[in-house]
């Protein structure tokens, strides 16, 4: 999809089509497919010259007969040859399948179009005819109409065709639903194009690719039902048809077994040549955000863990991340998100992260977790705690880690807890996972800590779910959770930045305190230097992925070394309300 | 929720109403030839005129159409043109055994499914390979092509199973399982092709959310995590799909039905289909909606049960 909703207007759209093609050829299946569906189309074209005889030829002696003997595939029930009457099937198969696709993208596309372009009531009634018609039983409604439609397999093709549209419908719809607001849509909007002519020019355009993938899978659907109402008898019994021949063959099954082979194999290489087009297709449009299996890079060989700065090995350090690189699988090799973090924090002690957004800061947080997103790993580099390098462990090493040696408080709230599960339970599970405590234990201590992280009715807490409950009363269950089996080392990821500014405060203080009680280390990432300043002792500050200063909190405010921190503060000081937070703890600073 | 269910129920009953008048318009609007079709080619015309006058032919359609309706309100379907038996009775005969044998497919997709989607989302590897193969084949393959290959190798090759024929659970549930085990084999693939793709999309979308992190930063079990909180936050596009595949195998049951000689409600649809019965084809479409609404309407209350946020709205 990328292709085309990034760049619509960037290359002439004839280029751009060809070079997709070409492109979705280079796949061997999608080739396969194409070959495949154009020798199909071939067979059905030149049905008369290719075939043998004629489709009605019989000869009654060759009733059932096995392969061979001028009848290549044999014989059926009434003594026809079996591979004529597949090459003439092909023919009522294809344009079977042309109508209900034809059909189902007419109708799906037009209303999809108006539905999702023009929204309001025409949206609301249309998806409401297109939700009744997914609801209804297609083969039962096509039976019933049958005697009303007759034998003519096009009248049931168009039927069901209609009943199809809801699937171009909802793709369409959908679709123009999210392009409708692109800039490029606005502007053709503003440039007084008519709505026709921006649904035809830009809309239609975007959608293109996936129109073909529905259709391609229409089409097998449509060959699949046609195939089943003529193995019923539904169609013409005078039109050669694969699913009549099924219909024959079933008839025949005990003295000609081999007979149901041949009609079966043409319908699903048929349909599965439609199936690997759409595959092919689809392939091709997600491949701009993906990283195929045989291109993911190998990382790096760790380096020797020479340190730049030497220190001596303490024994009042906790953590002590040296040279760290995080990277994820990118188009060309490793994308490097942390490159060469470096700091140490000491048992007790409160560590400020800085940086603006995509310094690596989280990713830092989640490297020391073991729990980076998909895909992510650590490239190099050492994370040292207490003692043990957490870079190198695994996931089933980390797992006895986490939670009761290293724990973490999220930035958002509300999506950090699940929406299924009520919120006692959630605290519950870690408890007894972890600590090995009796579920009437750990409730009572859940209980406790809900108390303890100011929530004035923990009992109620306790059995509430998570969309009860506000952003900063959730951000408080967090808290609870996190320091609920008593960690040594707290991450916690920007904890009051999704929160009112009110309640920003007292969360921070609540996190200084547990920390204090606990006697807990914690690394604090944030991007704001008031918080800092509030409650860390020290700070990294971190740009592109590597840290560029570690400092006292007084002496970093006082004398920030590198340029980088000075613009940050330059730009911070400026701002009263961190003066305000910084003055009177630190008056060093303002001196 | 109880506003939202009875505005589902409402909105299908509005469905109902207008699929059977449409149907019953497009079967009572072509009726010049049923009366010569069920007396056969020798009848006379008085014979004809005599059936036109008992099957209400010779009035107006709408009155046609409210004598029917105002019938089926109250639960009478009519008379069947061929047997003479009551609609209701007949459908009454044959639904349980269509909802057995679609019922337990979707037992069966649902387990197989589950199975395979998790361990595709959580590992990729073979499963990956496996749903990639059975998504092409699932749905490449007629099913009833699938149940005839499946009867010449098991019941007539290999005479393992029988071929054709239904024995009802009450019977014998052993009898039971074995007259549907080929046809219930045919009818899964296609199933399991749509569902476990979904599945694997819904617990890996679900496995990429920010509580499932916090979770594990707690310490919590890769299994409790993938099986509680991952599969269970997947469940409602799960039982989506699978509602959806419960619509189309209870069309798609007319086809297997007839391969496996089950006297069901799809034999009964073609039956009636090919013979003109329009009694009992109106009935066997008010019933197939009629369990649709209530398959969706189980469907959103097992939503609701599983996702409290449902609960609110």
């Excluded at chain 1, 005889?53 to 009848?71: E, R, S, V």
Aim: glycine letters at 10%; one cysteine or more; hydrophobic letters at 50%.
């Amino acid at each position: 999809m990328t292709d085309f909703s990034n760049e619509p207007t960037s290359r002439s759209p004839k280029q751009g089509r060809f070079a997709f093609a070409r492109a979705v050829l280079a796949n061997p299946l999608g080739l396969v497919a194409c070959v495949m569906l154009v020798a199909v189309l071939c067979v059905a074209a030149f049905a008369p010259f290719i075939a043998p005889y004629a489709p009605g030829d019989l000869q009654i002696f060759k009733m059932n007969a096995p392969p061979g003997d001028g009848y290549l595939l044999g014989g059926d029930g009434a003594g026809r040859d079996i591979l004529t009457r597949l090459i003439y099937g092909s023919r009522n198969t294809l344009a079977g399948a042309a109508v209900a696709v034809g059909v189902a993208g007419l109708i799906g596309v037009v209303t999809g179009l108006i539905a999702g372009y023009f929204g309001g009531n025409r949206d609301v009634v249309l998806s409401w005819v297109s939700d009744g018609l997914m609801a209804l039983p297609a083969l039962i409604v096509l039976l019933a109409f049958y005697q009303a439609l007759g034998a003519s397999i096009y009248l049931s093709m168009i039927v069901f065709g209609i009943m199809l549209s809801p699937s171009f419908f909802r793709l369409t719809r959908n679709l123009v639903n999210g392009v409708k607001h692109e800039l490029y849509i606005d502007a053709a909007r503003v440039s007084g194009l008519s709505d026709l002519r921006i649904i035809v020019r830009h809309v239609l355009r975007v959608i293109r690719a996936p129109l073909v993938i529905q259709t391609s899978i229409v089409a097998g659907i449509a060959i699949v039902i046609q195939a089943g109402l003529e193995f019923l008898g539904l169609g013409d019994p005078a039109t050669p048809t694969w699913g009549g021949m099924l219909q024959n063959a079933f008839a025949n099954m005990y003295t000609a077994p081999m007979a149901i082979l041949w009609p079966g194999l043409a319908i699903s290489v048929t349909v599965a040549s439609f199936v690997l087009l759409a595959n092919a297709i689809r392939d091709r449009l997600q491949q701009g955000d993906r990283v195929t299996a045989g291109t993911t890079p190998k990382p790096k060989p760790a380096p020797s863990s020479s340190h730049p700065r030497g220190d001596s090995p303490d024994d009042d350090v906790l953590l002590d991340v040296r040279d760290l690189v995080v990277g994820y699988p990118g188009k060309g090799g490793w994308t490097e998100v942390v490159r060469g973090v470096s700091l140490t924090l000491r048992r007790g002690e409160v560590l400020g992260l800085v940086g603006e957004s995509g310094s690596g800061k989280t990713q830092t947080a989640f490297a020391i977790l073991g729990l980076l997103s998909e895909g992510g790993r650590v490239l190099s580099g050492s994370i040292l705690f207490d003692g043990q390098d957490l870079a190198h462990f695994s996931e089933k090493e980390m797992r006895p880690l986490r939670g009761k040696r290293i724990a973490y408080v999220p930035q958002e709230p509300m999506s950090n807890l699940d929406p299924v599960f009520r919120i006692g339970y959630q605290l519950v599970e870690p408890m007894v996972a972890v600590l090995g405590i009796s579920r009437t234990e750990a409730k009572a201590r859940a209980l406790e800590l809900l108390a303890r992280v100011g929530l004035p009715d923990p009992k109620r807490t306790f059995s509430a779910y998570p969309h009860e409950i506000s952003g900063g009363m959730a951000q408080r269950v967090l808290i609870a959770g996190a320091v609920s089996c008593k960690p040594d080392l707290l991450i916690a990821d920007e904890p009051t930045t999704a929160l009112d500014v009110t309640v920003q405060a007292e969360v921070l203080e609540l996190m200084r305190n547990l920390q204090a009680e606990f006697g807990m280390s914690m690394i604090l990432v944030t991007h704001n230097f008031g918080v800092v300043a509030d409650s860390c002792e020290r700070v990294a500050v971190m740009k592109d992925g590597a840290v560029v200063e570690m400092q006292e909190v007084t002496k970093l405010f006082a004398e920030p070394a590198h340029p980088y921190t000075k613009m940050l503060l330059g730009s911070v000081l400026n701002d009263t309300t961190v003066r305000s937070y910084v003055a009177p703890r630190n008056p060093e600073v303002t001196a | 929720m109880i506003t939202y269910l009875a505005k589902r129920i409402a909105s299908g009953l509005v469905l109902l109403a207008i699929v059977t008048t449409i149907t019953f318009v497009m079967l009572f609007g072509a009726t010049e030839n049923v009366a010569q079709n069920i007396l056969g080619e020798n009848a006379t015309s008085a014979q004809i005129v005599a059936l036109e006058q008992r099957l209400g032919l010779d009035q107006p359609l709408h009155v046609q159409y409210g004598k029917w309706l105002s019938g089926a309100v109250r639960g009478d379907l009519g008379t069947s043109w061929l047997q003479s038996e009551r609609v209701s009775t007949i459908l009454l005969h044959r639904l349980p055994v269509t909802l057995s044998m679609v019922s337990l497919a979707i037992l069966v997709i649902g387990i197989v499914s589950a199975v395979l989607g998790v361990i595709a989302a959580v590992r990729g590897g073979w499963a990956d390979k496996v749903i990639q193969v059975i998504s092409v084949v699932g749905f490449s393959m007629p099913n009833f092509w699938l149940g005839l290959i499946l009867v010449v190798i098991f019941a007539l090759t290999l005479r393992w199973l029988p071929a054709t024929g239904y024995v009802p659970f009450s019977s014998s549930p052993g009898g039971w399982l074995a007259s549907l085990a080929l046809p219930v084999t045919a009818i899964v693939l296609s199933g399991i092709a749509s569902a476990s793709q979904q599945i694997r999309g819904a617990v890996m979308d679900a496995l990429r959310q920010d509580y499932i992190r916090t979770l594990r930063a707690r310490g919590v079990g890769p299994g409790s995590v993938v099986i509680r909180h991952a599969l269970r936050n997947a469940l409602p596009a799960a039982l989506t799909v699978l509602s959806v595949q419960f619509i189309a195998l209870l069309g798609g049951a007319a086809i297997i039905e007839r391969v496996f000689a089950i006297p069901g409600l799809g034999s009964l649809t073609v039956q009636a289909s090919l013979s003109g019965d329009i009694p009992v084809l109106m009935g066997v479409v008010v019933a197939a909606i009629i369990i649709v609404l209530i398959v969706n309407v189980t469907i959103d209350i097992i939503h609701a049960w599983v996702n409290p946020k449902v609960r609110l709205q």
